[in-house]
Nanobody, 126 residues
Framework: QVQLVESGGGLVQAGGSLRLSCAAS????????MGWFRQAPGKEREFVAA????????YYADSVKGRFTIFRDNAKNTVYLQMNSLKPEDTAVYYC???????????????????WGQGTQVTVSS
């Protein structure tokens, strides 16, 4: 069993930055692929970024590529999402997920994840 707790969300102006954190419990954190998804009101949950167990392989949605960076610290059981050059369309609840996922392509699908956090709100004002 893995429990995930997100933090770091808030209100920021367009062009600003935020860093989200997702702290995991459990001894097997380093074996999981970790991903960030987001869900805006009235929309489906969408993939943002994913990172493999070692941190070497990452994958991003086209909409955030070049602006967001996912990284992890296995010693701290934490995965991060650094968000720069934020836009109003980035406004959403951001969720982190953990899963035993075979490929980074599979990591773009929310159904691939076994565990989810409760989410943290990110609001970008224009």
């Amino acid at each position: 069993q893995v429990q995930l707790v997100e933090s770091g969300g808030g209100l920021v102006q367009a062009g600003g930055s935020l860093r989200l954190s997702c702290a995991a419990s459990g001894r097997t954190f380093s074996s999981y692929v970790m991903g960030w998804f987001r869900q805006a009101p009235g929309k489906e949950r969408e993939f943002v970024a994913a990172i493999n167990w070692s941190g070497i392989n990452t994958y991003y949605a086209d909409s955030v590529k070049g602006r967001f960076t996912i990284f992890r610290d296995n010693a701290k059981n934490t995965v991060y999402l650094q968000m720069n050059s934020l836009k109003p369309e980035d406004t959403a609840v951001y969720y982190c997920g953990a899963g035993s996922i075979a490929t980074m392509r599979d990591a773009t699908y929310s159904k691939s994840y076994d565990y989810w956090g409760q989410g943290t709100q990110v609001t970008v004002s224009s």
